[in-house]
C-alpha cells in the first residue's frame, strides 16, 4: 500500500504542468486568531500544509540552540506515539512530514493526497505533533547529543568556522548573531523544562501563520486550517525584535585553520523583508554576484584571473536587516589577492553601478526564470509562507516582474550608495597562512 502511494505520488509530480499562472492569495484567519494564506491547485489530488512560528532562533534569548532543539523534538513524540511510530504512520498514508528551523522561523510541514482515507488521518497526526509533543527524556537527550555531535563538526568545518565568525561580527549581541545551532555550552545546558516553556511561550494560535495549497475549494481550506491549529492554546504575539545596528568600524577577522583553501565571506548588514529598496538590491546584486558564472564578481574573480571557482553574493533579509554576504574559496596564497579584486569590483559598481546592457539581461535573466519558480506546489507554498510569515502585499507575486522591470541604472546606483559601506565592510578568512 505505501508502496503504491509513493509511486502514485511520484507520478503526479511528473505529470505536473512545467508552466503554472501566477497564483491569487486568498487570506483569513482561524477562530483561534492564526494567520491562513491559501492557493488552490486542483490539477494534481494534493494538499501542501505549512505552518510556521514566529519561533525560530532570534527567540532563543540567553539559550542558543533551544529554537532548535524544540522543532527538532516536534517529530520526536507526541500523544504517546514514538518517533518510529510517527514516522511509520505518515509512511503508510503515503504522506510527508517535515520540520525546520531558521532565525526567524519555525516550519511543521505536510504533504498528503486529498483522499479522505488518507488526508484525514494524516491531519489528525499533524495536529497532534503541533499541540501534544511529549518531550520524554530519551528523545530530548537523542537529538540533544545530535546537535552537539553537529557543533563538534562544525568546529573542524572551515565554511562553518568561517559563518559562526561573520554572523559573531556584523551582528554582534543582536539575536542573528549566533546561529540556530547554538554553542556546545549553551546546547550542554538545556534542558526539558527550557523546552516546554519555549514550546507553551512560542507554538500558540496567534504566533502561527497557515499556508496551504492543494486541490480543495476554500471552505474545505478554511475547515483544514481551523483543524491543525484546534488544540493549540490562543497565546500572544512575541515582542519585535530590536534594530540591527549599523557598523561603525570596518572588521578584519582570521581564523588559522590547517587546509590549502581559505574560506572567505564579507558584508554588513543588509536589508529586512518589506524594504522599499527590496527590488532595486535585488536586480542589482543579480548582476554584481547573484547570477552565477556571469556575474561581475565570476567574470572578475574566476574568468580573468582564475582565483576561485566560485564567487557569489546575495542579500538575505529577514524579520529586522539580514546581512549581505559575499563569498568565495581560494588557495591560501591568492587570498590577498581575491580579496583586492573583490573590493574593487565592489568599489566600482558602488560608484558607478551597472551598464546598460548589464541591467538589461539581469531584468531578462529574472523575469524569464519566474515562472519556474512557481511551478509547483512546493515552489508556491514556500512564497506564501514568506508573504504570510512577513505579511507582504497579497499580490507580491503578481507584482514580482512588474517591481523588476520598474528598476533602473540610477535606483540601483543610489540604493547601493546608501546600503553598502566598503570602509565599514567585514572581512572573515578561515585558512592557512598566506
Known amino acids: 500500500m505505501k508502496s503504491f502511494l509513493s509511486n ?47 519561533a525560530g532562533s532570534a527567540r532563543d534569548g540567553d539559550k542558543p540552540g533551544l529554537a532548535m532543539l524544540s522543532n527538532g523534538l516536534l517529530t ?35 504533504r498528503s493526497l486529498t483522499e479522505p482515507q488518507l488526508l484525514e488521518p494524516a491531519v489528525e497526526m499533524l495536529t497532534l ?13 537523542r537529538v540533544r547529543q545530535q546537535m552537539l555531535v553537529n557543533l563538534q563538526y562544525q568546529e573542524q568545518s572551515p565554511g562553518a568556522i568561517a559563518k559562526k565568525a561573520y554572523y559573531s561580527a556584523v551582528f554582534g549581541t543582536h539575536p542573528y548573531g549566533t546561529l540556530s ?57 512575541p515582542p519585535t525584535l530590536p534594530v540591527v545596528a549599523a557598523l561603525s568600524e570596518a572588521k578584519r577577522i582570521h581564523i588559522d585553520h590547517p587546509s590549502t583553501q581559505t574560506h572567505v565571506l564579507i558584508g554588513q548588514p543588509g536589508m529586512a523583508r518589506g524594504d522599499p529598496d527590496y527590488f532595486t538590491l535585488y536586480v542589482g546584486n543579480y548582476i554584481l554576484g547573484g547570477s552565477g558564472l556571469v556575474s561581475l564578481l565570476a567574470e572578475k574573480v574566476r574568468e580573468e584571473r582564475g582565483l576561485a571557482y566560485s564567487v557569489y553574493s546575495y542579500f538575505a533579509p529577514r524579520r529586522v536587516a539580514g546581512p549581505f554576504i559575499g563569498g568565495l574559496e581560494t588557495r591560501n596564497d591568492q587570498t590577498a589577492q581575491a580579496l583586492q579584486v573583490v573590493n574593487e569590483t565592489l568599489d566600482n559598481f558602488i560608484k558607478n553601478g551597472p551598464s546598460e546592457d548589464q541591467l538589461k539581461k539581469a531584468k531578462q535573466g529574472i523575469t524569464g526564470s519566474f515562472p519556474l519558480r512557481i511551478k509547483s506546489n512546493s515552489d508556491i507554498i514556500s512564497y506564501l509562507s514568506v508573504i504570510g510569515f512577513y505579511q507582504l502585499p497579497l499580490d507580491y507575486l503578481h507584482q514580482f516582474n512588474n517591481k523588476v522591470e520598474a528598476v533602473t541604472l540610477e535606483m540601483i546606483k543610489d540604493a547601493f550608495q546608501r546600503r553598502l559601506h566598503l570602509d565599514k565592510l567585514v572581512i572573515v578568512t578561515v585558512g592557512g597562512k598566506n
Open 181 to 237: 545551532s547554538g554553542t556546545p555550552e549553551s546546547v550542554a545546558a538545556l534542558s526539558r523544562d527550557d523546552v516546554k516553556a519555549f514550546y507553551a511561550r512560542y507554538y500558540v494560535a496567534k504566533n502561527a501563520v497557515i499556508s496551504i495549497v492543494g486541490a480543495l475549494d476554500k471552505k474545505a481550506a478554511e475547515k483544514l486550517a481551523n483543524r491543525v491549529v484546534s488544540q493549540l492554546p490562543v497565546g500572544k504575539t
Open 76 to 110: 520526536e513524540g507526541a500523544g504517546g506515539y514514538s518517533a518510529d511510530e510517527i514516522a511509520e504512520y505518515f509512511e503508510n498514508l503515503g504522506a510527508k512530514i517535515g520540520n525546520s528551523l531558521v532565525s526567524d522561523m519555525a516550519t511543521v510541514s505536510l
Open 129 to 141: 505533533l503541533l499541540a501534544k509533543a511529549d518531550f520524554e527524556e530519551t528523545p530530548f537527550e
Open 8 to 54: 502514485a505520488c511520484l507520478w503526479l509530480l511528473l505529470l505536473s504542468s512545467s508552466t503554472f499562472a501566477i497564483p491569487t492569495i486568498q487570506h483569513w484567519q482561524t477562530d483561534n486568531g492564526a494567520r491562513v494564506y491559501f492557493v488552490p491547485a486542483p490539477d494534481l489530488p494534493m494538499v501542501d500544509i505549512e505552518i510556521v512560528f514566529d
